[in-house]
């Protein structure tokens, strides 16, 4: 009894989807574990050599930079029209004056737009108390500008100097230096803030990080648009990191509870510091052991979906959805047995079971199939045997009234049309024939009874479309449409009436009937519509209710017949086929009934 149990247990799946679980989790975790503390000493080290290396980039990009501004200033210094402005001023007259002044713009010009970091280019001339530059000829001399340019000289600082915001990088004659005077000229680049926090903003991208641009002696600063407690304590950690070391330097700084990466280098070229700050959850995450512990558990989580969705779907999914597959088939009418699972487990037996019905429901459903179309098949005979005599009660009357008149031309063609209409009837026993016989015979009752009704009734009758012209359909379902038109539509109609036939094929085929005759009213079109398809024994089924229910038995219910008010005010007939397959038609009979 136990060999039982634990042979039909290690038969199901339970076992083998909690073997392969157990085998996939475990060396994960331990991968994990070693992975994650190797990766996040490296990281640490990528992310500093990383923000090291853009910091020092931006120092020598502009030190590189300043020293540009240097050589054009000492080429500028050269510069004869400098000098005759400088020193001969007086001697030159008007003409010689702008021509002068406009090739000093234009040199100047050109030094402002060989570097972006460049604002405008001046030149203070003391000696004659004017000053030029690039975008003003001729203007007074910037006395501020001068004055704090001179405090600096003399203390042999950095030339660049802070005027009310402005940052001014100042060049005199290396000669009044040597000789100790006060210089001739100044010649000033100014520098561009906005081009320099959008330079420091391209590496400080991260959220809520900056940079900071500073003077060592504190007497400017250029910082990005970071919060202002944040700028105000990292200028405090700049002024208290003295060393003058031109290599990039990483530390940790917290300001209130965010903890920042700060990356700090000193330029001994232009005297200055910069300083990048970056919170370390923007570029690290919170290292802490829940996050880490977090992004473990969801990898691995991932992993597991993964690999234990792939076996659900091998041992469980695969198999359903074969047996789902299969049962949708059998609603959609195919009742074949389906391929057996080579495994020994439950899905087998299931099949097994699926199978057997399958074959029972065939056998049902195959009796009760040909009984149904027995069945249908003689109420369909008896339908048209009743319907064939119908048209025949008023041919002859109308035959007679004609002879009577001597009218031999349309006696000649009326007998004619009664010869083909006959040949119709006659000519096979068929109960279904192409939709092109049928509107070809439509046709040919309505010529019959223009012959009588000329002087009263015209009729447009639309063309069959060819992609419905071999389509099997009940043989008589127009005419008796076109006879109730005649005999009710157009019975009170002494002039102008008028009969449409329109034919439409998109999904289903529609073929109209409407007269412009007297119509009905909408309880009576009611009735009328809720009586359509009525079988009751020993009733005579004719005319609309003949077709309705004929159309029912061959297409379906979704087929038939509908009555509508004309545009007209007549009664407009639209009868629907719907095209199935021999299948799906047989089965739609069997359901219309049911």
């Given at each position: 009894?136990?060999?039982?149990?634990?042979?039909?247990?290690?038969?199901?799946?339970?076992?083998?989807?909690?073997?392969?679980?157990?085998?996939?989790?475990?060396?994960?975790?331990?991968?994990?574990?070693?992975?994650?503390?190797?990766?996040?000493?490296?990281?640490?080290?990528e992310i500093d050599k990383s923000l090291g290396s853009k910091t020092s980039y931006f120092v020598?990009?502009?030190?590189?930079?300043?020293?540009?501004?240097?050589?054009?200033?000492?080429?500028?210094?050269?510069?004869?029209?400098?000098?005759?402005?400088?020193?001969?001023?007086?001697?030159?007259?008007?003409?010689?004056?702008?021509q002068t002044i406009n090739r000093l713009q234009e040199k100047m010009e050109i030094i402002k737009?060989?570097?972006?970091?460049?604002?405008?280019?001046?030149?203070?001339?003391?000696?004659?108390?004017?000053?030029?530059?690039?975008?003003?000829?001729?203007?007074?001399?910037?006395?501020?500008?001068?004055?704090?340019?001179?405090?600096?000289?003399?203390?042999?600082?950095?030339?660049?100097?802070?005027?009310?915001?402005?940052?001014?990088?100042?060049?005199?004659?290396?000669?009044?230096?040597?000789?100790?005077?006060?210089?001739?000229?100044?010649?000033?680049?100014?520098?561009?803030?906005?081009?320099?926090?959008?330079?420091?903003?391209?590496?400080?991208?991260?959220?809520?990080?900056?940079?900071?641009?500073?003077?060592?002696?504190?007497?400017?600063?250029?910082?990005?648009?970071?919060?202002?407690?944040?700028?105000?304590?990292?200028?405090?950690?700049?002024?208290?990191?003295?060393?003058?070391?031109?290599?990039?330097?990483?530390?940790?700084?917290?300001?209130?509870?965010?903890?920042?990466?700060?990356?700090?280098?000193?330029?001994?070229?232009?005297?200055?510091?910069?300083?990048?700050?970056?919170?370390?959850?923007?570029v690290l995450g919170d290292l802490d052991s829940y996050r880490i512990w977090f992004w473990v558990?969801?990898?691995?989580?991932?992993?597991?979906?993964?690999?234990?969705?792939?076996?659900?779907?091998?041992?469980?999914?695969?198999?359903?959805?074969?047996?789902?597959?299969?049962?949708?088939?059998?609603?959609?009418?195919?009742?074949?047995?389906?391929?057996?699972?080579?495994?020994?487990?439950?899905?087998?037996?299931?099949?097994?079971?699926?199978?057997?019905?399958?074959?029972?429901?065939?056998?049902?459903?195959?009796?009760?199939?040909?009984?149904?179309?027995?069945?249908?098949?003689?109420?369909?005979?008896?339908?048209?045997?009743?319907?064939?005599?119908?048209?025949?009660?008023?041919?002859?009357?109308?035959?007679?009234?004609?002879?009577?008149?001597?009218?031999?031309?349309?006696?000649?063609?009326?007998?004619?049309?009664?010869?083909?209409?006959?040949?119709?009837?006659?000519?096979?026993?068929?109960?279904?024939?192409?939709?092109?016989?049928?509107?070809?015979?439509?046709?040919?009752?309505?010529?019959?009874?223009?012959?009588?009704?000329?002087?009263?009734?015209?009729?447009?009758?639309?063309?069959?479309?060819?992609?419905?012209?071999?389509?099997?359909?009940?043989?008589?379902?127009?005419?008796?449409?076109?006879?109730?038109?005649?005999?009710?539509?157009?019975?009170?109609?002494?002039?102008?009436?008028?009969?449409?036939?329109?034919?439409?094929?998109?999904?289903?085929?529609?073929?109209?009937?409407?007269?412009?005759?007297?119509?009905?009213?909408?309880?009576?079109?009611?009735?009328?519509?809720?009586?359509?398809?009525?079988?009751?024994?020993?009733?005579?089924?004719?005319?609309?209710?003949?077709?309705?229910?004929?159309?029912?038995?061959?297409?379906?219910?979704?087929?038939?017949?509908?009555?509508?008010?004309?545009?007209?005010?007549?009664?407009?007939?639209?009868?629907?086929?719907?095209?199935?397959?021999?299948?799906?038609?047989?089965?739609?009979?069997?359901?219309?009934?049911?």
């Amino acid at each position: 009894m136990q060999k039982k149990l634990f042979a039909r247990y290690k038969s199901t799946i339970f076992p083998k989807i909690l073997l392969v679980f157990m085998l996939v989790i475990t060396p994960l975790c331990m991968m994990s574990l070693f992975i994650n503390a190797k990766g996040e000493s490296a990281v640490k080290q990528e992310i500093d050599k990383s923000l090291g290396s853009k910091t020092s980039y931006f120092v020598d990009t502009l030190e590189t930079e300043a020293n540009r501004m240097y050589e054009h200033q000492q080429g500028f210094n050269l510069d004869k029209d400098l000098q005759r402005l400088v020193y001969v001023d007086n001697t030159l007259d008007r003409f010689e004056w702008g021509q002068t002044i406009n090739r000093l713009q234009e040199k100047m010009e050109i030094i402002k737009t060989s570097s972006k970091f460049i604002n405008s280019v001046s030149v203070q001339m003391l000696t004659i108390g004017k000053a030029i530059s690039n975008e003003d000829p001729y203007n007074a001399i910037d006395q501020e500008a001068v004055d704090a340019f001179m405090a600096q000289y003399k203390d042999k600082g950095t030339s660049i100097i802070n005027v009310k915001g402005r940052l001014l990088l100042g060049y005199v004659n290396p000669v009044a230096i040597l000789a100790q005077k006060k210089p001739d000229y100044i010649i000033f680049i100014e520098l561009s803030i906005p081009e320099l926090r959008n330079a420091m903003m391209q590496f400080a991208n991260y959220e809520h990080s900056g940079a900071i641009l500073a003077d060592v002696n504190r007497k400017w600063n250029v910082s990005t648009d970071s919060d202002k407690d944040v700028l105000a304590a990292m200028s405090r950690f700049a002024d208290e990191r003295d060393e003058k070391n031109e290599s990039a330097k990483i530390e940790s700084f917290k300001v209130g509870s965010t903890s920042y990466l700060v990356s700090y280098r000193y330029s001994q070229f232009m005297n200055m510091k910069l300083l990048v700050f970056v919170p370390e959850k923007s570029v690290l995450g919170d290292l802490d052991s829940y996050r880490i512990w977090f992004w473990v558990l969801a990898i691995v989580s991932m992993l597991i979906v993964v690999v234990f969705s792939t076996w659900i779907y091998r041992l469980i999914h695969k198999p359903l959805n074969k047996l789902v597959f299969s049962f949708r088939k059998v609603e959609d009418g195919y009742l074949e047995p389906t391929v057996l699972p080579t495994g020994q487990d439950e899905f087998r037996y299931l099949f097994e079971g699926f199978n057997s019905m399958v074959v029972k429901l065939k056998e049902l459903i195959h009796e009760l199939y040909e009984q149904e179309i027995r069945v249908k098949s003689s109420e369909l005979k008896q339908l048209q045997s009743q319907i064939n005599p119908h048209f025949l009660y008023n041919t002859y009357f109308i035959l007679h009234r004609l002879a009577k008149m001597d009218d031999i031309e349309n006696v000649i063609l009326f007998s004619q049309y009664l010869g083909e209409y006959f040949q119709f009837i006659t000519r096979n026993g068929a109960s279904e024939i192409p939709l092109e016989e049928e509107v070809k015979h439509g046709r040919l009752y309505v010529e019959i009874q223009q012959i009588r009704f000329s002087n009263r009734i015209d009729v447009e009758f639309d063309d069959l479309p060819e992609s419905c012209k071999h389509v099997m359909v009940p043989k008589l379902i127009l005419q008796p449409i076109l006879e109730n038109a005649y005999k009710y539509g157009m019975e009170r109609k002494k002039d102008d009436g008028l009969i449409k036939v329109t034919i439409k094929h998109d999904e289903v085929i529609r073929i109209t009937v409407e007269d412009n005759g007297a119509g009905m009213t909408d309880e009576a079109m009611h009735k009328l519509q809720s009586q359509l398809g009525l079988h009751i024994e020993g009733d005579e089924i004719t005319g609309i209710n003949n077709v309705h229910r004929r159309l029912q038995l061959q297409f379906g219910k979704e087929s038939g017949i509908r009555l509508y008010h004309g545009s007209d005010g007549g009664l407009k007939v639209v009868i629907t086929i719907t095209v199935r397959d021999k299948f799906a038609q047989a089965e739609a009979i069997g359901e219309n009934n049911a």
